[in-house]
Nanobody
Framework: QVQLVESGGGLVQAGGSLRLSCTAS????????MGWYRRAPGKQREMVAQ???????NYDYSVKGRFTTSRDNVKNKVNLQMNNLEPKDSGVYYC???????????WGQGTQVIVSS
């Protein structure tokens, strides 16, 4: 079982920045892919960014060049740096992790991001 705790959400004006963090309850060596999803009001949850155990990243086209995800294997943490935020980036952001051996997926409780225009 992997528990994920997100932090760093909040209210920011358009053009501003926020940094989300997600701390895992297990060593990162037990986790394969970690990622960030978001659910905007009235929309389905969508993938924002992913990072593998080797550091390879993948981003949704809407955030490329603005968002950067990184992985800290010492602190068992994954981060999402969000720059030049736009109102359409608003939503609840969820951290995800996929266990290396079992391939089970886990979700955090989510953190709210609100970008005002």
């Amino acid at each position: 079982q992997v528990q994920l705790v997100e932090s760093g959400g909040g209210l920011v004006q358009a053009g501003g920045s926020l940094r989300l963090s997600c701390t895992a309850s297990v060593r990162m060596s037990h986790i394969n892919i970690m990622g960030w999803y978001r659910r905007a009001p009235g929309k389905q949850r969508e993938m924002v960014a992913q990072i593998t155990s080797t550091g390879s990243t993948n981003y949704d086209y809407s955030v490329k060049g603005r968002f950067t995800t990184s992985r800290d294997n010492v602190k068992n943490k994954v981060n999402l740096q969000m720059n030049n935020l736009e109102p359409k980036d608003s939503g609840v952001y969820y951290c995800t992790a996929r266990a290396r051996i079992s391939d089970d997926g886990f979700w955090g409780q989510g953190t709210q991001v609100i970008v005002s225009s």
